[in-house]
T-cell receptor
Framework: AQKITQTQPGMFVQEKEAVTLDCTYD???????LFWYKQPSSGEMIFLIY??????QNATEGRYSLNFQKARKSANLVISASQLGDSAMYFC??????????????FGTGTRLKVLA | NAGVTQTPKFQVLKTGQSMTLQCAQD?????MYWYRQDPGMGLRLIYY???????DKGEVPNGYNVSRLNKREFSLRLESAAPSQTSVYFC?????????????FGAGTRLSVL
């Protein structure tokens, strides 16, 4: 079974509008963490935002916010006031604690966002 | 700040050739990871290392070996490259702390196996 599911292969949004990228997850680790990364066409992986499983409030970082619905196991990324530079691939990821004491990260298949002028 | 450095950036191999992808981090991180990225597949974990001297298999370890040479370096070896190993490879590191949450990535190695 997929542990991280991103159901939107591609999305379009008009410049200056908000967009929501979906992510659902599945884990038995009670202390998991959820991440979003941006990968522009240049290829590097850029960390955007983190949400811990015990965090009471939704995480926010500038124009990025994470809509965390724990009971529904969803961690959607909301980008407000989209800019042309937001056009990129976006990955949702989850970390789980392993017996070795370190964390293992699992990534979704990504959503390609295109911002239209 | 160098962060995570991967070499080489590009490589073309013939089927059956071997090579080692190098990764080094200067952030004193305990945990290091190797991923491969294929179109439509996201990033898949190949191997990871919780600390110097320890390695664990990830989701797609077949055809690869790794060495955690010291705390800084984590190398990925392809003993006999196959066309199915054509991919972009990313190395990443993480402090290992439950407080620090960010996994840092290298710039990637684009590998083609002909």
């Amino acid at each position: 079974a997929q542990k991280i599911t991103q159901t939107q292969p591609g999305m379009f949004v008009q410049e200056k509008e908000a967009v929501t990228l979906d992510c659902t997850y599945d884990t038995s680790d009670p202390s998991y963490g959820l991440f979003w990364y941006k990968q522009p066409s240049s290829g590097e992986m850029i960390f955007l935002i983190y949400q811990g499983s015990y965090d009471q409030q939704n995480a926010t970082e500038g124009r990025y916010s994470l809509n965390f619905q724990k009971a529904r196991k969803s961690a959607n990324l909301v980008i407000s006031a989209s800019q042309l530079g937001d056009s990129a691939m976006y990955f949702c990821a989850m970390r789980e604690l392993q017996d070795s004491g370190t964390y293992k990260y699992i990534f979704g298949t990504g959503t390609r966002l295109k911002v239209l002028a | 700040n160098a962060g995570v450095t991967q070499t080489p950036k590009f490589q073309v191999l013939k089927t059956g050739q071997s090579m080692t992808l190098q990764c080094a981090q200067d952030m004193n991180h305990n945990s290091m990871y190797w991923y491969r990225q294929d179109p439509g597949m996201g990033l898949r974990l190949i191997y990871y290392s919780a600390s110097e001297g320890t390695t664990d298999k990830g989701e797609v370890p077949n055809g690869y070996n790794v060495s955690r040479l010291n705390k800084r370096e984590f190398s990925l070896r392809l003993e006999s490259a196959a066309p199915s190993q054509t991919s972009v490879y990313f190395c990443a590191s993480y402090s290992g702390s439950s407080v620090s949450n960010i996994q840092y990535f290298g710039a990637g190695t684009r590998l083609s196996v002909l």
